[in-house]
T-cell receptor, first 115, second 115 residues
Framework: DADVTQTPRNRITKTGKRIMLECSQT?????MYWYRQDPGLGLQLIYY???????NKGEISDGYSVSRQAQAKFSLSLESAIPNQTALYFC??????????????FGPGTRLTVL | AQKVTQAQTEISVVEKEDVTLDCVYE???????LFWYKQPPSGELVFLIR??????QNEISGRYSWNFQKSTSSFNFTITASQVVDSAVYFC????????????FGTGTRLLVSP
């Protein structure tokens, strides 16, 4: 089984709808992240969480919210989806090690289309 | 500020050719970490390598090799004897040691390997 899972894998929704993307991990990592990828661009950080009580905004958090329900679960919500939120969304996890930057391990991605 | 530049948007080669993907980075930190990720057509992001700024030794893993040169701020990736399965988008990324250790991605290089 995959260490980092995302549900749903694909979703088509309409403008104005609320949608939640879910991420679960079995790696035992403390840190979790949400990114979005747009065609021809790299990944942009939406939110990150260093543990259950520590949630922070990334570069492009407007229009998004998150919930860290447990160490293993980190959800991303679009309160009122708009077409320019159409993108590929990735969840990632990393250890909280001292002495160096952690490698981030990514889930399979969720392809979201907002009509 | 951190920045990663992958100037090659797309590279096309024929199977068995060698190919080098370029990555140039900018950072003010003296300690930092460099990464390569592979994104095959199926969309997931696969971690390939992590290198810290104190280790300039080149690394080889099978047909993959990485050349890290601090003098030119480059961390290039070479695939020897390319195969069709190497077709993917490859991302270079940088993380600084201080602060949040944010992972900054380049815009990726699409590699097309034809039979």
């Amino acid at each position: 089984d995959a260490d980092v899972t995302q549900t749903p894998r694909n979703r088509i929704t309409k403008t104005g709808k609320r949608i939640m993307l879910e991420c679960s991990q079995t790696k035992g990592h403390d840190r979790m992240y949400w990114y979005r990828q747009d065609p021809g661009l790299g990944l942009q950080l939406i939110y990150y969480s260093f543990d259950v009580k520590d949630i922070n905004k990334g570069e492009i958090s407007d229009g998004y919210s998150v919930s860290r329900q447990a160490q293993a679960k980190f959800s991303l919500s679009l309160e009122s989806a708009i077409p320019n939120q159409t993108a590929l969304y990735f969840c990632a996890t990393s250890e909280n090690r001292q002495g160096g930057a952690d490698t981030q391990y990514f889930g399979p991605g969720t392809r979201l289309t907002v009509l | 500020a951190q920045k990663v530049t992958q100037a090659q948007t797309e590279i096309s080669v024929v199977e068995k050719e060698d190919v080098t993907l370029d990555c140039v980075y900018e950072t003010r930190d003296t300690t930092y970490y460099l990464f390569w990720y592979k994104q095959p057509p199926s969309g997931e992001l696969v971690f390939l390598i992590r290198r810290n700024s104190f280790d300039e030794q080149n690394e080889i893993s099978g047909r993959y090799s990485w050349n890290f040169q601090k003098s030119t701020s480059s961390f290039n990736f070479t695939i020897t004897a390319s195969q069709v399965v190497d077709s993917a988008v490859y991302f270079c990324a940088l993380s600084e040691h201080t602060g949040f250790q944010k992972l900054v991605f380049g815009t990726g290089t699409r590699l097309l390997v034809s039979p």
